[in-house]
């Protein structure tokens, strides 16, 4: 999940702004939250210090009027305590870029009010959907996730939120079955039975997550998973379940 802080000052550029990015989370369907929009720079600190944050994304205006830290004492905070952070900036004046790039914060992205409300808020969109990248490589590095593709955006899940993936009508569609959640998404099973050592096949059209197996039936060839789903088991597969069942 990317949590997402908003630092503006200005009562009604944080509200549109914040709807902006909550618009966004819904319509693309992000695995992301905002979780605050504050005019300050201490609750931003404080929550960092109570709630572990990885690679958090960070608007800040540049200038916050905050009798604590501005925008880059905030930034230069938060690298210090998320040190995968996406940090953009959003000032009126344009001057204090070469400041920030100074300070060696790494910011993500550094956005001219200037240029209009409706290029910021372009410009805030396309950092979402970056950041959201960057998530998801730094989940693969780690291979503890599961990525997956729906029409040319990348998202993924934790493997352990995976039970079951089977083939859909159409070219290359996939139907994936989660916890609590079925999406239709691209791709064919051969390339996700390479790619995660945890899916294994149990029928042509069915690859399931090993991990997640509540009991096989060898006599009537079924499985069923941790979540309640019965399916079923090829012939040809029954041996290799098996021995699936006996390692674990």
Request: glycine share 4%.
């Amino acid at each position: 999940m990317l949590k997402i802080f908003l630092a503006e000052d200005t009562p009604e550029l944080a509200r549109v702004y914040a709807k902006h990015i909550q618009n966004q989370i819904f319509i693309n369907d992000y695995q992301a939250e905002l979780v605050m929009s504050t005019p300050a720079s201490q609750p931003v600190i404080d929550y960092l210090h109570m709630t572990k944050v990885t690679g958090g994304l960070y608007f800040l205006d540049i200038e916050l009027a905050d009798p604590l830290m501005n925008g880059i004492d905030l930034a230069i905070k938060i690298r210090e305590i998320d040190l995968d952070a996406d940090i953009i900036f959003i000032t009126s004046h344009d001057e204090l870029a070469m400041t920030a790039i100074n300070a060696k914060i790494a910011m993500l992205d550094y956005i001219i009010k200037t240029g209009g409300l409706e290029v910021t808020k372009q410009r805030i969109s396309e950092d979402i959907e970056l950041a959201i990248k960057h998530q998801v490589m730094r989940k693969q590095i780690s291979g503890t996730s599961f990525v997956y593709t729906i029409g040319s955006k990348q998202f993924s899940t934790q493997q352990s939120d995976v039970y079951y993936l089977e083939s859909a009508p159409g070219d290359h569609k996939l139907v994936l079955h989660r916890t609590n959640k079925v999406t239709e998404l691209n791709g064919n099973l051969k390339e996700f039975e390479l790619e995660y050592p945890f899916m294994i096949r149990i029928f042509r059209s069915i690859l399931i997550n090993r991990n997640n197996i509540d009991f096989f039936d060898a006599k009537q060839r079924t499985i069923t998973m941790k979540n309640g789903a019965e399916l079923p088991v090829s012939l040809h597969y029954v041996k290799a379940i098996k021995k699936v069942m006996d390692e674990k």
